[in-house]
């Protein structure tokens, strides 16, 4: 009695898998050719805050501001108070709070050794929202003629606090120059002050952002 063995199976060739191409720092090329969320919102957020200066300067020539004063949130006043460029003067003060928020969120989460994400995006957040809130309260008339400062102000202190956080972290952890930290500790100051400086707060903060609108791949760690 004779066995015939079975034939072998037959296997089609697989092609090789070819590695992903790097570029000279390490980093794959789609990875590099896709936009930098950091450098983007590092150069949006100062020009929104920049317009938003104009904008209110512009609008509030010899006035004062309707939420009680100078130095306060002009464009986020009731509606029977102010006028299309006050609105559009608000929606630019949301958007640029908006845009700062989420630079903060972003750039905690690329803190490596200090959990600094969760809170402070937490925190962002929120003083976005506030912000928000008093212009659609405003706009709506919900808001009262005097709006307490506290209220008026306290959402953009909350994104400045969160914001001032991360970039301490990012300090620390040698993404960013002292030199950049400090300019935006001024553009802070030149913000804060009721003199009407909000476009030149603006752009040294821009300036200050500059080590942040470098792609992620070309930003050298500072020693």
Known sequence: MTTSTPPAPVTSPTAPVRPAATGPTGTTVEAASRPDRVALLALVAPLLLFAHGIADWVDGLGGTDVLG????????????????????????????SAGLAWLTTTLGARAEHLPVAVPTALLAAFGAGATGAVWVGGLTGFLPAT??????????????????????????????????????GVAAALLALPWGLEPLGALVLLIAFAPLTRPVGNSPRVA
């Open 147 to 184: 709006v307490p400062t506290a209220l008026a102000d306290g959402g953009q202190v909350l994104t400045a606090l969160a914001l001032a956080l991360v970039l301490a972290t990012t300090w620390l952890e040698g993404r960013m120059p002292a030199g950049s930290l400090a300019l935006a």
């Open 69 to 96: 004063g100078p130095g306060g949130l002009d464009g986020l006043g009731p509606a029977g108070t102010r006028g299309p460029l006050a609105v559009a003067t608000g929606a630019l003060l949301v958007l640029a």
